[in-house]
Structures are given as C-alpha cells and as structure tokens.
C-alpha cells in the first residue's frame, strides 16, 4: 500500500516513478531523466523502539547501485537512496554500511502527499477558465510556495543522513 503511495504521489510531484519490481529492486523510485533519482526503500511497519538494522541499511544502500545498473546515469547524476522508517536510532554494527543512505519518517512523506494534493487542488480549481500556459505557470508557483519542486523534495528527503543518527 505504501509503494503505491509512493508511485502516486512521485508522479503527481512530476517525477517518472515508477515500482520496478524484481529481487533487489527498491520500492519505488522517482527520477528526472539522468539528473536525479531518489530511490525508496519503505520500511513503514517496522518498531519505532528498535535500531535499524544492518540488513535494512544494506538493502536501502544497495539500491545505488542497482539505479546505476538499470538507469540512465552521469557522473552528475544525483542518487538519493532514502529510506522511509519510524525509526529514528541506528545499529552500531550498520553504521559502516550506511554510507550516503538517507532517513525520512513515513509521515513527512504523508504531509507530502498531503501537500501536493491541496496544491493541485486550488491549481484545478481555477484551470477552467485558464490557458495551458496559464495553468502551467500556476502549477510551477504553487509547487514553488509549497516547496514541492522535484529538487525542494529531493532535499527535503535527504535531510536525516543515516551516517549521523544517533546509535544504540
């Protein structure tokens, strides 16, 4: 349910998302042609009480690599691998492995999806007496007051890095 969400809500921001599917493919994943990919690895159900685990910081960095091996990608190419997850400590033994992984609580992605809702909401209101142009340039200043522009979500997304969470 959560992928989905994800899939959604990275299309109406304007990403390509896309759930790939396959073993050891992430989530979900949203990408401006070879400019930027983030890369989701949703861990929504797991305990708020315990560390992250050195598997889960393994697989979500992983996914690195894969967006190299199966996307068009640069030496500008930005990957943000990102892994949505209530929990807020991170295992000592997965610190070596958490390289440029990033944390992000499921619920800042739920006020995101709730923010480009409301967004689109007040744009669609107004789009029928309003050109293309008219529209598009609506779009892009909503998204721009809301800071929901692709590159505002990538660093919205990237704000914990997992490398410097506390450790238990």
Same mark, same amino acid.
């Not at 800042?108 to 008219?134: F, H, N, P, S």
């Given at each position: +349910? ?40 949703? +861990? ?15 697989? =979500? ?36 492995? =958490? +390289? ?19 967004? *689109? ?10 050109? *293309?142009?008219?529209? *598009?340039? +609506? ?8 800071? *929901?522009?692709?590159?505002?979500? =990538? ?14």
């Amino acid at each position: +349910k959560f992928h989905r969400g994800l899939e959604i809500v990275g299309q109406m921001l304007g990403f390509d998302a896309e759930i790939p599917g396959g073993e050891g493919a992430p989530d979900c994943v949203w990408s401006l042609g070879d400019l930027i990919h983030i890369v989701h690895e949703a +861990k929504t159900e797991q305990t708020p009480g315990d560390p992250i685990g050195i598997n889960d910081v393994r697989q =979500a960095q992983s996914h690195f690599d894969w967006i190299k091996a199966h996307r068009p990608c640069n030496k500008r190419t930005d990957i943000i691998c990102v892994m949505e997850t209530p929990r807020t400590v991170l295992s000592r033994t997965a610190l070596p492995h =958490a +390289k440029t992984l990033c944390r992000v609580a499921p619920d800042e992605v739920r006020t995101i999806a709730k923010e480009v809702t409301a967004a *689109l909401r007040v744009i669609r209101a107004g789009a029928t007496t309003m050109g *293309l142009e008219a529209i *598009l340039e +609506k779009t892009l200043g909503k998204y721009r007051e809301a800071n *929901l522009r692709p590159l505002d979500v =990538a660093e919205r997304l990237s704000v914990q890095e997992v490398s410097k969470m506390p450790t238990a």
